[in-house]
């Protein structure tokens, strides 16, 4: 289904099924196998708001190593039972990544612990690189890789490995386009910050590329495209209903930008496309899914003027019903949205199979002489 309606020929690579759901335990177990047993006897930091610190967590505990990680405060509470979880030390510190990451910093020069850095070390990108070394093994013919781009140290792994192995691959990063860090790097020559910025896609909502990462992705990445918050919802929603998988929203962009058809690849390219992550909070889940069905045109929502008499409002009803739409909820309002006396207003949410019924409904309502809006 992905490749009729991407154009190309798609191949899945699901980290999200790893045992901490996402990608970043292999560039953490990088970091901590080279440790020395000096190293390992004082552990390891790391400040992160949620993938890396399980995967820190989880290869840190499994080896017998401390494991200290710096989180937000503002870090959901199921990240962090999770990080707890996997036998981490859980600091709660600042107000963003940027500030627990001093105090990880800090903790690190104070105690003589490793610093185990969420993408800019080449140890760590080495260990996210051993994806694309297995894309190679897996996907026979293999033309393109498709990868989501935070700091960049999960495309340089991959670009590095692939590019040095098969040069002809082309290697695409996607960014949101909140945040697109790495793609204004690239155009100025160097790493810049950008204003920070709210995305679904908060495993990616990197402020500034990595130094160890950027040249590497220079080098190697052959295009960067962004996807906009809805799209991503909409990726979301169309892994969970037709291929089963849970992905969180930086784990989608990569299937985003093919379902968008953002990147210029050829028509039948062999493709591997990344869902790098699968953690994240089921209310923010909800609200995804909700998103990605008013993106697909499965959920809409319309404010339509009446007369304010009886019976105005069941042979609206009975329109949406011929057309066989589902209300889910409905709102009366005189007062306000510029009605006049004697109208009344009615913002109404409807189900509906998609975008083709969603237009044969309003063509019905326009022929019968109903003023309507949708409301975004």
């Known amino acids: 289904m992905l490749s009729r309606t991407t154009g190309q020929s798609i191949f899945l690579k699901l980290e999200n099924l790893q045992m901490t759901g996402s990608f ?10 080279t440790l020395t047993p000096e190293q390992a006897k004082w552990g390891v930091v790391a400040a992160s708001a949620g993938n890396h610190a399980q995967g820190v967590a989880y290869h840190a505990t499994l080896r017998g190593i401390r494991a200290v990680i710096v989180m937000p405060l503002t870090t959901p509470l199921v990240k962090v039972t999770a990080t707890r979880g996997f036998g981490a030390e859980v600091v709660l510190h600042g107000a963003n990544y940027d500030e627990a990451c001093v105090e990880a910093t ?9 610093f185990i850095h969420p993408f800019d070390d080449a140890l760590v990108m080495a260990g996210q690189g051993t994806i694309g070394l297995e894309l190679l093994e897996q996907v026979e013919g293999l033309e393109a890789v498709v990868a989501p781009i935070g700091g960049g140290g999960l495309i340089g792994g991959i670009a590095c490995a692939v590019k040095e192995s098969k040069p002809g691959v082309r290697v695409i990063g996607v960014q949101t386009s909140r945040l697109p860090s790495m793609r204004d790097a690239v155009q100025a020559g160097g790493p810049v910050t950008l204003e920070p910025a709210t995305t679904i896609a908060d495993g990616i909502a990197v402020r500034r590329a990595g130094d160890v990462t950027f040249p590497v992705v220079e080098k190697y990445v052959d ?3 962004t996807v906009d918050e809805d799209e991503i919802a909409s990726a979301i929603l169309t892994l969970l209903e037709r291929e089963k998988t849970l992905a969180e929203g930086a784990g989608a962009t990569a299937l985003a930008a093919m379902l968008q058809r953002r990147t210029s690849l050829a028509a039948g390219t062999r493709t591997a496309v990344l869902v790098c992550g699968g953690n994240i909070d089921v209310t923010l889940l909800s609200r995804i899914i909700e998103r990605g069905l008013v993106q697909d045109g499965r959920l809409i929502r319309l404010r339509i003027h009446l007369l304010d008499k009886p019976g105005a409002l069941m042979d609206l009803t009975e329109l949406i019903a011929r057309h066989r739409v589902n209300i889910v909820d409905t709102l009366y309002n005189r007062a306000y949205y510029g009605v006049n006396l004697g109208d009344t207003a009615i913002d109404i949410t409807m189900e509906t199979r998609g975008r083709e019924q969603v237009d044969e409904l309003l063509a019905a309502m326009s022929a019968e002489g109903y003023r309507y809006s949708r409301v975004l």
Not at 24 to 33: D, P, T, V
């Open 24 to 33: 970043k335990e292999r560039g953490a177990l990088s970091k901590i196998s």
């Open 106 to 114: 800090r903790l690190c020069e104070e105690q003589g612990m490793t």
């Open 223 to 225: 295009e960067i495209v």
